[in-house]
């Protein structure tokens, strides 16, 4: 099951809805991941941290550049995942 499907059942069963009727929240799903697909300041510091235990010697710019990177790949990759 992608994580796209378990978010569309996930809100598929907070309406109340039959466990059948998942699919007609997927574009829902597909709405918010399209928001969520930038990251905020605090997530980019956030996991620039992890990318300077790994390369201190780069700034934390570039780090934090490079985790807002990671999640955008990891959110596109979701929704691409979505269509398989």
Same mark, same amino acid.
Request: with cysteine; net charge negative.
């Given at each position: 099951? @992608?994580?796209?499907?378990?978010?569309?059942?996930?809100?598929?069963?907070?309406?109340?809805?039959?466990?059948?009727?998942?699919? @007609? *929240?997927?574009?829902?799903?597909?709405?918010?991941?399209?928001?969520? /697909?930038?990251?905020?300041?605090?997530?980019?510091?956030?996991?620039?941290?992890?990318?300077?235990? *790994?390369?201190?010697? /780069?700034?934390?710019?570039?780090?934090?550049?490079?985790?807002?990177?990671?999640?955008?790949?990891?959110?596109?990759?979701?929704?691409?995942?979505?269509?398989?």
């Amino acid at each position: 099951m @992608t994580p796209i499907e378990r978010a569309a059942r996930a809100l598929c069963s907070l309406q109340g809805d039959p466990d059948d009727n998942w699919r @007609t *929240y997927v574009p829902h799903v597909e709405v918010v991941m399209n928001a969520l /697909h930038e990251p905020s300041e605090h997530m980019k510091e956030a996991g620039g941290e992890i990318f300077h235990s *790994y390369n201190p010697e /780069h700034s934390e710019i570039a780090h934090q550049s490079d985790a807002a990177n990671v999640w955008r790949l990891m959110v596109t990759a979701m929704r691409n995942g979505a269509q398989n």
